[in-house]
């Protein structure tokens, strides 16, 4: 400080000031350091998280082709005609093998290139799939800090972490299509139990009322229903038809979870399942250290040639 | 044993020993037991892990509608044509919310009725995703153990866990169908990485010959190749085409792994991972006793508060 100079590009303040100022490289070097992990992310977070907790999170999720980006776009002008800043984070489990999503979010920021009020990231496992689940909270915390008001966690693909990732959101959309398979797998993959908003997108397609139906009748069957009840919207994302009701919906969600303390106590949940992650992890970092050099050799080695069982030599490790 | 009487309806070896001379309910109470886990899981697995390592293992996966479920229904028809005992693990990490496959699998089951060399049976989460991952090796050992040389895992759905649970076998087979989508679908899941034989399933629709093209094109992608290049077949699971062939491609994998010694090692690397699994996972019990009292409620506290951020928060209680 005392020698001036420039901001020490590691420095996570430092950027975070700068972030905050509307640099966009900086806001982009913190999430990166997030998703890179280890100490770097731990300073960024120390950093972030008391000025965080301001902003408003929306996960949209849905399987894979059922227009969930066109729908976070077209969502996206719609703020924007409101005056809402708003950044997303496309969070993409990909392979390592396939490469992730860099491509299709260079085309979707050259949509809203030069809007100040808006950023958009990707944010990719490279492998380590336990880390989203870690890493996008810390991610969505920079963006919080960093002044946007509203963060929209758009997850790729279907699965497990991207419920899960999804779901710690302070409203979550699922998003389907027409036809009886599409509501069913949904189901099947506990996407309709972490559901506040559903949308039927390419509702002009045969079968939308069905799907309708079909949705309306897994909620009938939730056997423990809350005070909200995920109301079922039809849109046609490719046209922007039906994007504003969706997004009434949400604002309706999110006013019912304020005025009902729901938002108070679904956040203290999740701080709870993130903690009780990061200690996991930790434990996870442990078991690395059990689970190299000679003792584990000789416990795979004997489970191997049936000495013991996994269970046992597991155990044993551990006493 | 003085006294005589009935077998205990819960000891492991007797069970086993029921089992393998032909009981099936024994069969099903000893994988209701490893599917419920705790101290029974843990019993049942001392008892098989001795007897097991004759059962070669073929995991089956694929996008959902892939046709899975009739491919292995063809190959069981082959297979018993040829005098082959085999048993059928479909592992279905269904939601609790909606029920499981328990319906299909009696279906299923009938096709195969009274025929003492077919065991179908579905494993299935109820809620605990983890648990499959730590339970389907071990229902594999019992079937293993009461005798049958070749086990089949078919997998429900796709995402991270099921390839885990497809990828644990001695030959994994990915089915994916005609149209671009799909290939590219499997690969960013994973599934390319984890395959030994690709099955074109449907490949009577158009795009056949396309898939065929994308898939080889994805496998030439590949930077670090191996020994072996996973053969793409045709088939036509509904009426039966190209299953002989394609079990051909399972055989010639089989015959690679052998000569080679690939399967060894392969098997040796399944058991460190399996080991590992059950270290992080008698350390996540731990978790859950740190991630509970009053040390865990007020770490939780602080972290709401912004006092501290998850990560010092975590490593303090683990302190």
Redesign the interface.
Known sequence: MAEGGTVPERDPSALLAAASAGDRAALARLISLVERGGDGA?QV??VT??L??RAYTVGITGA??AGKSTLTDRLLSHLRAQGTDVAVLAVD???P??GGAILGDRVRMQDHAGDAGVYIRSMATRGH?GGLALST?EAIRVLDAAGFPLVLVETV?????EVEVAGAADTTVVVVNPGW?DAV?A????L??AADVLVVNKSDRPGAAEARRNLEMMLDM?LAPGPWRPPVVSAVAATGGGVAEFWDSVVAHRSQQQESGALVAR??VR??A???A???????A??DG??SGPA?DQ??AD??A?R????????G??A
Chains 1, 2 share one sequence.
């Open positions: 731990r977070g120390r998280h008391p965080s907790g894979p082709g489990p990909s392979s093998f396939s799939v909270p693909g279907v699965g497990q972490v398979g797998q189901n099947k993959a506990g309709l139990e939730n956040r203290a701080v709870a993130e903690v009780r990061v200690v996991l992890h930790l434990l996870g442990r078991a059990q689970c584990f416990a795979v489970v191997a049936r013991t069982d996994p269970w046992s030599a597991a155990a490790l551990l």
